[in-house]
């Protein structure tokens, strides 16, 4: 049966990536630049941040920054946000002409006018330029983003990107049984069209089609402290993305600066029930780490800190 | 004889170095990060732009951003300066207290003023910038830094980094003679010290050095078209680092866009005398950069197209 829902339905084939860009915190390394997660769905690149240096990550990844529709921002510390105007211009030097959608707290007008106005640069393209505030939801279509408030020394936001519904299983010993025949018709009706057969007879994909059933849902933190909110948006997420800044032996440093340890990340994993959690934001000083992962997956096993161009697919579940 | 000069003798033991950080122009590629030279001299780091990711090309070199001094902006396109701001705060994180001087034509005070107040950063070491234009002489005790206007698609100089006299050569044969003891006092009188024998007899350092001796130099021609006053200002060089955007089938578009090809660069270097030139700016098009390479050696046979990361020593003539 289907259910009411807000969006549109998605097809099962719909490939969801998370590509880190940046995975260091405060300043870049050898190893590690600063803050960048890239999502990709469809032809579409989804950044979340956007530290300097980024548009070149993108360069030494599989992806193109061309494919970048909409970039959202978690709060306004240069290690966040200071790879945007390049990418803008290295985007109008490249011919873009569509326009790009800029998503931040209360500020980012300001913030961006400013980062479009240095030096000789005129945009020669759309930049559209979104507040967004705690319990927000932007809707574009087959997802959603939602938005709620972190805890770090600076007004910060963490954000929920959420698949709506996609059809439910498609039950084909009684598709068969009711006489049709397999081959285009069978994808249509996955696609939630009705289909009229041979012998004149209407089925609608409800009747072949089990429940709706859940997207995937991607968070990611920012920089914060330990926080109830991020707990009750990460909730049953595939995946949450988590400031890790230090080891739970500098619990106070990384309180004293609005910061999360590995251990406390890999505590609201847990509480949230989440099924992956990686740690980013990972400071200078942690040359190996192991030692993170570690301090992490002492209280929850799936806990991960990736390298920076590290590609993850979510997969859709059964 | 000692000559008069402007500035102060140094040591021949002085080194200089150039270590090209960012060699490629408009955008990074993978193996090319934008505009950005050190000369580093004793211990300090004289910066010649600073492109977006210039940190970072700090941290995969030998040199040390900490030690950077002065930065000298050519012009304001973003690929000449972005790097600034994530750098002026990556400093700060590491808990620079000395001040930072930035130099560029006008415009560049309210440039810097906008770089340091982007999102939440608060300079908490002061940032003293200079406006400077053509013909300017910026005297730094033992070297000067020249000024010259070059013509790009917008505002944009170059400059000379030249040291000034050194002291004239050592005649021991002649010290033996006038009962100097080889030793300490060898050291004293190359360094211009007059010195008193045992005998009471005094010895002044005219009296054992020869004329005194140049010290190197070092251009910048940061973005532009091919130009006299390049040339004029560049003569008798040691280096010059010049703008070749472009191979010379591409002059048209060089033209275009205020860029020099290799050649036109080779041409400059040839007709200004000068000892070694660095081709640099090369466009994100050029994977091979020996066709550049070859194009300006045609004309200038010490024509050389640095990659990333590279040093060269600048040795002292005897």
Redesign the interface.
């Given at each position: 049966m289907l259910l009411p829902h807000s969006g549109i339905l998605f097809s099962a084939m719909t490939q969801l990536s998370i590509i880190f860009l940046g995975t260091g915190g405060?300043?870049?390394?050898?190893k590690r630049?600063?803050s960048s997660v890239a999502v990709k769905r469809e032809g579409e690149i989804i950044l979340f941040d956007c530290g300097?240096?980024t548009?070149?990550q993108f360069?030494?990844s599989t992806q193109s920054y061309m494919q970048i529709s909409k970039v959202f921002l978690t709060?306004?510390?240069?290690?966040h946000?200071?790879?945007l105007?390049?990418l803008i211009?290295?985007m109008q030097?490249?011919d873009r002409n569509k326009p790009l959608y800029v998503y931040g707290s209360r500020g980012v007008e300001k913030?961006i006018s400013?980062?479009l106005?240095?030096?000789?640069?005129k945009p020669a393209y759309e930049v559209i330029v979104q507040e967004v505030s705690d319990g927000d939801v932007l809707e574009f279509g087959e997802y959603c983003v939602r938005v709620f408030r972190v805890d770090h020394n600076?007004p910060a936001v963490g954000y929920v990107l959420e698949e709506h519904m996609r059809p439910g299983r498609f039950d084909k010993p009684h598709a068969l049984e009711l006489g049709i025949p397999e081959g285009p018709l069978f994808g249509k009706l996955q696609r939630g069209e009705t289909v009229i057969l041979k012998n004149g007879r209407k089925i609608t994909p409800e009747m072949v089609l089990g429940h709706l059933r859940k997207g995937r849902k991607i968070v990611i933190s920012g920089d914060t402290k330990p926080c109830e909110r991020l707990i009750q948006f990460s909730q049953d997420a595939d995946v949450l993305i988590h400031d890790a800044t230090f080891h739970s032996e500098l619990e106070d440093i990384a309180r004293e600066y609005g910061h999360t340890t590995a251990r406390q990340a890999a505590e609201i994993a847990k509480t949230a029930k989440v099924e992956t959690l990686f740690l980013t934001h990972i400071s200078p000083r942690y040359l190996d780490y192991h030692v993170l992962e570690k301090d992490a997956q002492a209280v929850f096993e799936h806990s991960f800190v990736p390298k920076d161009f590290q590609e993850v697919e979510i997969k859709l579940k059964k």
């Open positions: 405060s300043w870049p390394t050898v630049n600063v300097e240096g548009q070149r360069q030494k709060h306004f510390h240069g290690d946000f200071l790879g105007p390049g211009q290295t030097l490249n913030l400013q980062l106005s240095l030096g000789y640069f600076v």
